[in-house]
Nanobody, 122 residues
């Protein structure tokens, strides 16, 4: 069992930055690939970024590539999402998720956090 708790959300102006953190419980954190997803008001949850169990491979949605960076610290059981050059359309609840599998489909994720709200003002 893995429990995930996100933090770091808040209100920021367009062009600003935020860093989200996701702290995981359990001894097997390093066995999971980790992902960040987001859900904007009235929209479906969507993949944002993912990182392999070792941190050696990262994946991004096209809309955030070049602006967001995912990283992890297995010694701290934590995954991060550094978000730069934020835009109003980045406003959403951001969720972290863990998977034993491959791929980044929502149905394929094994564990989810409860989310943290990011609001980007124009």
């Amino acid at each position: 069992q893995v429990q995930l708790v996100e933090s770091g959300g808040g209100l920021v102006q367009a062009g600003g930055s935020l860093r989200l953190s996701c702290a995981a419980s359990g001894r097997t954190f390093s066995s999971y690939a980790m992902g960040w997803f987001r859900q904007a008001p009235g929209k479906e949850r969507a993949f944002v970024a993912g990182i392999s169990w070792s941190g050696g491979s990262t994946y991004y949605a096209g809309s955030v590539k070049g602006r967001f960076t995912i990283s992890r610290d297995n010694a701290k059981n934590t995954v991060y999402l550094q978000m730069n050059s934020l835009k109003p359309e980045d406003t959403a609840v951001y969720y972290c998720a863990a998977t034993y599998g491959t791929g980044w489909s929502i149905n394929g994720m094994d564990y989810w956090g409860k989310g943290t709200l990011v609001t980007v003002s124009a």
